[in-house]
């Protein structure tokens, strides 16, 4: 069973920055997409982050020009660096990635803990 391994979590201060990485337990062929999704308590999981095999990429509107994704489809592994980090950031993250015919798998979360 592949597993998706996140890495990079912790604390910051309001303004700061982290850096998460996502990789896979073994190797996952054709990745359409792979995925960076969060979940603050009390609230559903949202998409943070995705980038296309195509290498377009979308951002949800909060963390427009703060975050970047970034991945390395050759090695299956996704990238995202958080910049002016705030409060409002709080939340688990979880890597996700779909193949071209729709199997998804997801990570087991990395908390993300932004002090003001």
């Known amino acids: 069973q592949v597993r998706l391994v996140e890495s990079g979590g912790g604390l910051a201060q309001a303004g700061g920055s982290l850096r998460l990485s996502c990789a896979p337990s073994?190797?996952?062929?054709?990745?359409?997409?792979m995925d960076w999704y969060r979940q603050a308590p009390g609230q559903e999981r949202e998409l943070v982050a995705r980038i296309a095999s195509t290498g377009i990429t979308n951002y949800v509107d909060s963390v427009k020009g703060r975050f970047t994704i970034s991945g390395d489809f050759g090695k299956r592994e996704v990238y995202l660096q958080m910049n002016d980090l705030r409060p409002g950031d709080t939340a688990v993250y979880y890597c996700?990635?779909?193949?071209?015919?729709?199997?998804?798998?997801w990570g087991q979360g990395t908390q993300v803990t932004v002090s003001s």
């Open positions: 996700h990635y779909r193949q071209h015919w729709g199997t998804e798998y």
């Open positions: 073994e190797t996952v062929f054709a990745i359409a997409a």
